[in-house]
């Protein structure tokens, strides 16, 4: 359990997507870190939340940028989310008898529609219909997400939850903590929000 240490979430809103998580790297009984990166920019229109063991989260995510970038050179345009998931499902799937010690969730934003799908371990995917918590604070945040999550949800409201379901999962799990970061996928593209923007959803 400790490889899946800290907390990811991700939903959609009308017109874009929200991710967010918390910033622990943990070591079974010892934090490793309070500025582990768990959000990260894989296309212009496409993000993604990974939990899990660090080397291994940054040696995929160099991959799927590196497969996005190749497919744009070749092509001449974006990478599905769909698509770039398969390739993460792919690269998981080949390497089943020596795992990437991870989970996480894709969002991106194609002609409109908002795509969130979520990747085990071995390499499985599933596309979600609204929202996705990973990690071990998970249980937690899906009681937020599952209480106050509704269809129509405005990014700006979809920002707030998902700041209160990682909120709660650091007050509950003790391998989730320190900040709270979050990132959204619209149609102006891939975008943080700034340390000054996430604590003004905290005051909320």
Not at 40 to 67: H, K, N, W, Y
Request: proline fraction near 1%; include cysteine; glycine fraction near 12%.
């Amino acid at each position: 359990m400790e490889y899946f240490a800290g907390t990811i979430v991700g939903l959609k809103t009308e017109g874009g997507a929200v991710l967010a998580s918390d910033t622990r790297a943990v070591g079974y009984y010892l934090v490793l870190s309070k500025r582990a990166r768990k959000l990260f920019r894989l296309e212009e229109r496409i993000g993604a939340a990974f939990s899990g063991a660090p080397g291994d989260i940054q040696t995929l995510v160099s991959l799927l940028q590196a497969e996005a970038n190749l497919y744009r050179l070749e092509h001449g345009r974006s990478i599905s989310t769909r698509g770039l998931a398969q390739v993460a499902s792919n690269v998981l799937q080949s390497r089943r008898w020596y795992p990437y010690l991870l989970e996480g969730v894709l969002c991106g934003l194609e002609e409109g529609k908002v795509s969130l799908l979520t990747l085990d371990p071995l390499g499985g995917r599933v596309e979600e219909e609204d929202f996705y918590a990973g990690g071990t604070g998970a249980q937690v945040a899906y009681g937020v997400l599952e209480k106050n999550y509704r269809k129509e949800l405005s990014l700006q409201e979809g920002k707030k939850l998902a700041v209160d379901a990682i909120r709660t999962a650091i007050e509950r799990d003790a391998a989730t903590g320190d900040k709270v970061v979050v990132s959204v996928v619209d149609e102006r593209g891939y975008a943080e929000l700034t340390d000054e923007e996430v604590d003004g959803l905290l005051r909320k």
